[in-house]
């Protein structure tokens, strides 16, 4: 059974960076894509990018592009979520999901992803 742990969240400083890991375990991911997610305190939660890390194919929101991408290490098994410019609206709780491998292309930030992570949380504060 597939399962999904985030890490990397933490307070940081507006303008500051973090790197958010997705390390999987049960499955392989070559088969998946893998999207990441937030969450903030009375709000909807929002997609923010997806990768397929079989081929490398990411879709970024408008919104995240410029300042978050989306890497992947087959080797690690592992799905990033690289921040950069953050500022206090980017508070949130983060989550990776994998969902089927055509999510990406044909339905990149639904919310209906298969599999869940925990979440990490992300303040940004000075």
């Known amino acids: 059974q597939l399962q999904l742990v985030e890490s990397g969240g933490g307070l940081v400083q507006p303008g500051g960076s973090l790197r958010l890991s997705c390390a999987a375990s049960?499955?392989?991911?070559?088969?998946?894509?893998i999207g990441w997610f937030r969450q903030a305190p009375g709000k909807e939660r929002e997609g923010i990018s997806c990768i397929r890390p079989k081929d490398g194919y990411t879709y970024t929101e408008d919104s995240a592009k410029g300042r978050f991408t989306i890497s992947r290490s087959n080797a690690k098994n592992t799905v990033y979520l690289q921040m950069n410019n953050l500022s206090p609206e980017d508070t949130a709780a983060y989550y990776c999901?994998?969902?089927?491998?055509?999510?990406?292309?044909?339905?990149?930030?639904?919310?209906?992803?298969?599999?869940w992570g925990q979440g990490t949380q992300v303040s940004v504060s000075s």
């Open positions: 049960g499955h392989i991911l070559d088969y998946y894509t």
């Open positions: 999901a994998a969902g089927p491998f055509y999510y990406c292309i044909y339905h990149p930030m639904r919310h209906d992803y298969d599999t």
